[in-house]
């Protein structure tokens, strides 16, 4: 029998030997043999002829080995099926571990060698694997899922600024690997109360911006400057204080603190006089002298005036009134040194510093004629007289009390050492003009100013300050424009030819005009005033800002002179008339 054959059939007695379940192999001697040459004599004659050659072949052989080797298979075949479908030791053997089919997503199986066990007639299946989550991903928390984010806290800010802090929130952060973990989220950060971000990077709560660019008056200029503002969550940043301001070149600041003004000038003639200086023409002759030749005066329209008391209806306290002078206005030197604030802290008792350290007067006294307060008092007969039995007062250059006006000891009038001081002034009188054709809305007082001071300059009318000659509110009467504007008192008002309307601001509301307004070319049209004949505001289109119909302004008329050029009738506010302006140097 060719060998193969005998190893398949040696295989299926082996099957059929434990399918009879003997726990031993049977003897094989003997009849066996016989059965086993029965069996192969049911073959071919070829097939036995090569198993009796294969069993002469057989040396040494036990009979019972043989009778097995040709029944069955040989060694090897045996040991071939026993490897194959037999376990090697109690029915056992190595296999990989089963896929675990309830690992998460994201999960790999860890293939190991498991034990299998051959049990009614088949093997045991294999234990389920072990599982680990793939490289690009966790085992969450709960050991449950493999995961590559999670909700995480930030992570604080180790480079915030200064006055910031970490804003804790949860984010989302993301598995980078098993060597470097979780990435980090590092937290936002905010600003600390009180405090801002502009840049976002630092914190602030304060910071230096310009200051406020605010309107200034006329004949001032602002100083810009660098200040700070702070910052609040409730607030914001505060606004930034004012600019600074000061008065232009020849004006100083008057003692409102809230006007530029051409002050009241004071100076002394170069050397000392005696007592017969001609009366008062002879002393204000020496003085306007001296501005006319003064090349920072000569040009402007200064008056001057001897500083000192000639008689009882000619003495020192009076003289703004006199000669007609801003008694508010501050007195300073030639050299801009303040002495007095105005006119009443000349006489008060006490100046500010003395004439001659304001290099009013050189040294020495000069010629005063005057008590402290101000009235006559010896005066060389009105300045008149240079006799050695006359007196006349003096006052000390270099005291601040009481005596710089009057010493106790009088000069005879015949002495030649004391000096007169002079007071100057512009005296420049004062424009009205007329401007626009408008409605009763103005803009109010600041809207009708803005449009007199742009008249002004396009007519080049060379004054330094110009008004609305208007009535607004109970606050801001038209006779109360000296009052709260400075508007001079004393000199004359004139149209921008020259012409004069009246002399003064007295007359100018009692008396009426020289001639009609319309007659001086100042306005050939009605004009609104808000004001009665005497000056008191009425009715003013709810204070110069309504055009409306359902309201009315009181007007003045050109054609008069009498006090109707001043409150002559209403007209509703939508009506479109002049207005009229008063371009003055305070």
């Known amino acids: 029998m060719p060998r193969h ?22 003897d094989l001697g003997g009849e066996p043999q016989a059965d086993a040459q029965a069996s192969d004599g049911q073959a071919s004659d070829g097939q036995a002829s090569d198993a009796q050659t294969q069993d002469a072949q057989t040396q040494d052989a036990d009979p019972a080995d043989g009778a097995l080797g040709d029944a069955a298979v040989s060694d090897a075949a045996v040991s071939d099926a026993v490897v194959i479908d037999m376990p090697a030791e109690a029915g056992t053997k ?25 049990d009614a007639g ?62 980090t989220a590092t937290c936002a950060w905010a600003c600390v ?47 930034p204080t004012d600019c600074s301001w000061t008065c232009a070149t020849g004006f100083v600041l008057h003692h409102t603190k809230t006007l530029c003004v051409r002050p009241l000038l004071l100076f002394s003639t170069p050397t000392g006089m005696n007592g017969d200086l001609n009366g008062r023409d002879g002393v204000d002759k020496r003085c306007q002298t001296l501005v006319d030749t003064n090349p920072d005066l000569k040009d402007l329209n200064i008056r001057a005036h001897a500083l000192l008391s000639v008689d009882a209806n000619d003495d020192l306290r009076n003289m703004p009134l006199a000669y007609g002078f801003d008694a508010q206005r501050p007195l300073v030197s030639l050299s801009r040194t303040k002495v007095a604030n105005s006119w009443g802290e000349l006489l008060d008792g006490n100046i500010e510093t003395t004439l001659q350290k304001a290099e009013v007067l050189a040294t020495g006294r000069w010629w005063s004629g005057s008590k402290p307060d101000g009235s006559a008092y010896h005066t060389c007969l009105g300045w008149t007289s240079s006799a050695s039995n006359q007196w006349g007062t003096t006052g000390f250059a270099d005291q601040t009390d009481n005596t ?22 512009d005296a420049s009188p004062t424009v009205l003009f007329n401007f626009g054709v408008t409605g009763g809305d103005l803009g109010g007082r600041a809207g009708a100013d803005q449009s007199c001071r742009k008249e002004m300059e396009s007519r080049s009318i060379d004054r330094t300050h110009a008004r609305a000659f208007i009535g607004v509110n109970t606050n801001d009467q038209l006779l109360e424009m000296p009052f709260n504007y400075l508007l001079p008192t004393q000199r004359p008002f004139v149209s921008h030819k020259g012409e004069v309307i009246q002399d003064d601001w007295s007359r100018l509301l009692t008396q009426g005009l020289y001639e009609s307004l319309s007659k001086l070319d100042v306005t050939p049209y009605i004009w609104w005033s808000g004001s009665d004949k005497n000056g008191k505001v009425v009715e003013t289109c709810r204070g110069w800002t309504s055009a409306s119909t359902l309201e009315i302004g009181r007007r003045g008329s050109p054609l008069y002179t009498d006090s109707r050029w001043l409150d002559y009738q209403t007209y509703n506010c939508s009506t479109r008339i002049n207005i009229l302006c008063a371009a003055f140097n305070p």
Not at 94 to 114: F, M, Q
Not at 124 to 134: I, M, R
Not at 415 to 425: E, G, M, P
């Open 5 to 26: 054959l005998v190893g398949i059939y040696g295989l299926f007695g082996v099957f059929f030997m434990l399918g009879a379940c003997n726990d031993t192999l049977p």
């Open 94 to 118: 190595e296999v990989d571990c089963g896929g675990s089919p309830d690992k998460p997503s994201n999960a790999v199986d860890v293939i190991e060698k498991v034990t299998v066990t051959y």
């Open 122 to 183: 088949s093997w045991t299946e294999p234990s389920l694997c072990e599982w680990v989550c793939a490289d690009t991903h966790t085992l969450s928390q709960d050991e449950q899922a493999c995961i590559n984010e999670k909700q995480a806290e930030c992570s604080p800010d180790p480079n915030k600024p200064a006055n910031s802090q970490d804003v804790i929130v949860e984010v989302t952060v993301r598995w980078i690997s098993a060597s470097q973990s979780w990435q």
């Open 193 to 239: 109360a009180d405090h801002i971000s502009e840049d976002g990077q630092t914190c602030i709560q304060s910071k230096n911006v310009p200051c406020a660019l605010m309107a200034v008056p006329e004949q001032a200029v602002s100083t810009f400057a660098t200040v700070q503002v702070v910052y609040s969550d409730a607030n914001g940043w505060s606004a």
């Open 404 to 425: 710089w006006v009057t010493t106790n000891d009088y000069f005879y009038c015949h002495n030649t050492s004391a000096r007169l001081v002079c007071i100057a002034y």
